[in-house]
């Protein structure tokens, strides 16, 4: 009889995201060893995936809580599927109860697909909306990225770095410009 083991993921480094619902489900079901990762599911290169994929035995069940934790696209989704089963182990989902590779069942391996590819689309279909949202807001004049240095500051600064008698940190703390923007412009003005 091999490891009951769990696998979840949150999809960024940032504290505000936690795994403390996946990680309960997970534990509930007796999880011996439970891998975490926190990146995109779009990522296929995730390090503790790879480390549990790599350290499966013949017998081992790996559970997730659901779908979208192991893989956001279907290509990889069933290759990740493909080498769990090749190693001799078994997948099973919490909340997607259709997805249990433990047994021979051929409909829990169409609708993995049909399912894959839906959470792909589902993904597609956001990224799309959010482009056009980006279009629409441009169109209306909101603008995007970094806000430019006000070139007043700017001026000020180049002409105190030409004075030579301040520091580069003392020049963003004079004129409220990062140090950074002002070694560019001193830069784009040929003064270095």
């Known amino acids: 009889m091999g490891k009951v083991i769990g696998y979840m993921r949150v999809s960024t480094d940032k504290e ?4 403390d619902r996946q990680e309960t489900q997970l ?11 926190r990146m995109s599911g779009a990522k ?11 350290d499966l035995q013949e017998g081992d069940v790996v559970h997730i809580v659901e779908i979208a934790r192991l893989s956001r696209s279907t290509k990889d989704l069933l290759e990740i599927v493909e080498q769990i089963k090749t190693a001799g182990a078994s997948l099973k989902s919490i909340n997607d109860s259709w997805l249990d590779t433990t047994s021979a069942n051929p409909m829990s391996d169409f609708l993995l697909t049909v399912m894959g590819a839906l959470g792909q689309m589902e993904r597609q279909m956001i990224a799309q909306r ?9 169109a209306k004049g909101v603008k995007f990225g970094r806000p430019k240095a006000n070139k007043n500051k700017v001026d000020y600064a180049i002409k105190l770095w030409q004075e030579g008698n301040h520091t580069g940190q003392a020049i ?13 412009k001193v830069k784009e003005a040929g003064l270095r």
């Open 130 to 138: 959010v482009r056009e949202g980006v279009k629409v807001a441009q």
């Open 16 to 19: 505000s995201q936690k795994f």
């Open 27 to 37: 534990q509930a079901l007796g999880c011996e060893v439970i891998y975490s990762d």
């Open 44 to 54: 296929r290169d995730r390090p503790q995936l790879n480390k549990m994929l790599s």
């Open 172 to 184: 963003a703390d004079i004129t409220g410009i990062s140090r950074k923007t002002l070694y560019n």
